[in-house]
């Protein structure tokens, strides 16, 4: 599978924004799929995922008040929205995919074998 992340810019603090990934090849529905980011200067970290399948949906602790992860199958593209931006929200995210990928792996970068190029997502304070 190919990934490609978009939807990053410029926001305010206290706007929303929106990102959106978008799978191509056979299978999508067999994908977990997450995004990750990377803040200057910091390790890449886990926001959120959803499991192949029946799509359970997973967030970091500090996302999960403003984050929401969604995934549509027919068009083959997972959306993550977060509220409420901060500048701490500052990174380049990116997402990522791996096929039948167990739920107890899906929070952890190691496991998932397909990334995109990751969108550049700057919040203003």
């Known amino acids: 599978v190919q990934l490609q992340a978009f939807g990053g810019g410029l926001v305010q603090a206290g706007e929303s924004l929106r990102l959106t990934c978008k799978a191509s090849g056979p299978g999508f529905i067999n994908y977990a799929v997450a995004w990750f980011r990377q803040a200057p200067g910091k390790e890449r970290e886990f926001v959120a995922a959803v499991a192949w399948g029946a799509g359970q949906i997973y967030y970091a602790d500090s996302m999960k008040d403003r984050s929401t992860i969604s995934r549509d199958n027919a068009k083959k593209t997972v959306g993550l929205q977060i509220t409420t931006a901060k500048p701490e929200d500052t990174a380049v995210y990116y997402c990522?995919?791996?096929?039948?990928?167990?739920?107890?792996?899906?929070?952890?970068?190691?496991?998932?074998?397909?990334w995109g190029q990751g969108t550049l997502v700057t919040v203003s304070s």
């Open positions: 990522a995919a791996a096929s039948f990928l167990p739920l107890h792996y899906i929070t952890t970068e190691r496991y998932y074998n397909f």
